[in-house]
């Protein structure tokens, strides 16, 4: 007794190379259509590094407070 097979269909064996084949294609064209790196290096300048750093601004440090509540008024209800 055994089981006949089912039958699947044939448009997934058909559209996925289809599909894949024309994907590869328009990837290809649009990788031929970039501009050239020199051109685009060109464009994006970053600024030069100074010879000598900038003199720093001092500030008077401040020490550290601890976060402390404020004192109560007055003494918390019994």
Do not use: H, Y
């Not at 294609?25 to 259509?33: A, G, I, P, S």
């Not at 060109?42 to 601890?66: F, G, L, N, Y």
């Amino acid at each position: 007794m055994s089981e006949t097979e089912k039958k699947g269909s044939p448009w997934p064996w058909i559209l996925v190379p289809v599909a894949a084949i024309s994907l590869f294609f328009v990837l290809r064209q649009c990788r031929q259509n970039l501009p050239p790196a020199e051109s685009v290096e060109a464009e994006a300048t970053i600024p030069a590094v100074p010879d000598a750093p900038e003199p720093a601004v001092s500030q008077p440090a401040q020490p550290a407070q601890p976060e402390t509540p404020p004192p109560a008024a007055e003494p918390a209800p019994q």
